[in-house]
């Protein structure tokens, strides 16, 4: 089966550019979660989504970032405009919905430089 | 919220036991996690307990749970250098929403 699929796997761009990063969960999983990942601060979750709807998007560092679930099998985070301080690697994790065992899957990030 | 900690570093030989310790603080937690994250890769999920267990065996890896004092540790039996990444510990929370550690970097040395 097929697991997590970020796209692009990296970017580079300068800064003011507006960036999107796109992921697709496992076919099934209910629960979509973004993720970044930075030296300084560890793993942290921005925004996660129950059946393409935001659950929780407390983590989203400003209005700068949004992300949006139009369907079951895709989910934008976008940042416009970008800023140095956003490069860092983006995870995208997926689990089913359920009582008891249901772990998040990862793909395998999206590595964000802006210069 | 939840606080998941963990140590920074550990380093061990090849061949050692390598034991990496994880404190969490949510007693609802119905599951525990470890996940390893190799350089360059997303996070994989390596084992669970569940919360009503206080070991489970793996292989090389051994997982065991404190409740009382909300401890978790993962133990790996004779670690080799394709151990060597960073070990996550997880708790999951309402809405599947996990809180994670913030990683301890394996490092093993030949």
């Known amino acids: 089966d097929a697991g997590v699929i970020q796209s692009p796997r990296h970017e580079v761009t300068e800064m003011g550019q507006e960036v999107t990063l796109r992921c697709k969960p496992i076919?099934?999983?209910?629960?979509l979660f973004w993720y970044r990942q930075t030296m300084m601060r560890g793993l942290e979750l921005l925004i996660y989504f129950n059946n393409n709807v935001p659950i929780d998007d407390s983590g989203m560092p400003e209005d700068r970032f949004s992300a949006k679930m139009p369907n079951a099998s895709f989910s934008t985070l976008k940042i416009q405009p970008s800023e140095p301080r956003d490069s860092a690697v983006y995870f995208c994790a997926s689990s089913p919905q359920g009582i008891g065992y249901q772990p998040q899957h990862f793909g395998d990030g999206t590595r964000l430089s802006i210069l | 919220g939840e606080d998941v900690e963990q140590s920074l570093f550990l380093s061990v030989r090849e061949g050692d036991s390598s034991v990496i310790n994880c404190t969490y603080t949510d007693s609802s937690s119905t599951y525990l996690y470890w996940y390893k994250q190799e350089p360059g890769a997303g996070l994989q999920l390596l084992t669970y307990i569940f919360s009503n267990m206080d070991m489970k065996q793996d292989q090389r890896l051994t997982v065991l749970l404190n409740k009382k004092d909300k401890h978790l540790s993962l133990r790996i039996a004779d670690t080799q250098t394709g151990d060597s990444a960073i070990y996550f510990c997880a708790e999951n929370g309402n809405f599947n929403k996990f809180y994670f550690g913030s990683g301890t970097k394996l490092n093993v040395k030949p």
């Open positions: 076919s099934g999983h209910d629960y």
